[in-house]
């Protein structure tokens, strides 16, 4: 098990720049998957972006592709998300995601995720 815990979210200008950070628990970090997805108010989640288990390998939505890089540092147990143009179209809740799935398929449905972090908003005025 693992448990995942998210930071960095704000009220930021459109244009601006946030980093988003996911701590995890455990000793086993670097065995899993880890995604990005984000809920605005009455949408349903949606996925942002995913790296594999090294890092070697990332995966993007295209509403981001261009703009955020996710990235990770498994010997701080730790996943980021570096948002970059941010629009206002990118406000939402967003939340780190553990797969625990072995060998690489991008994994962009929520049901796809064994574990959940709790979020924190990103908020991007006009």
């Known amino acids: 098990q693992v448990q995942l815990v998210e930071s960095g979210g704000g009220l930021v200008e459109a244009g601006g720049s946030l980093r988003l950070s996911c701590a995890a628990s455990g000793r086993t970090f670097s065995s899993y998957h880890m995604g990005w997805f984000r809920q605005a108010p009455g949408k349903e989640r949606e996925f942002v972006a995913v790296?594999?288990?090294?890092?070697?390998?990332?995966y993007y939505a295209d509403s981001v592709k261009g703009r955020f890089t996710i990235s990770r540092d498994n010997a701080k147990n730790t996943v980021y998300l570096q948002m970059n143009n941010l629009k206002p179209e990118d406000t939402a809740v967003y939340y780190c995601?553990?797969?625990?799935?072995?060998?690489?398929?991008?994994?962009?449905?929520?049901?796809?995720?064994?574990?959940w972090g709790q979020g924190t908003q990103v908020t991007v005025s006009s």
């Open positions: 790296i594999s288990r090294s890092g070697g390998q990332t």
């Open positions: 995601a553990a797969d625990r799935a072995t060998g690489w398929a991008p994994a962009k449905q929520a049901h796809e995720y064994d574990f």
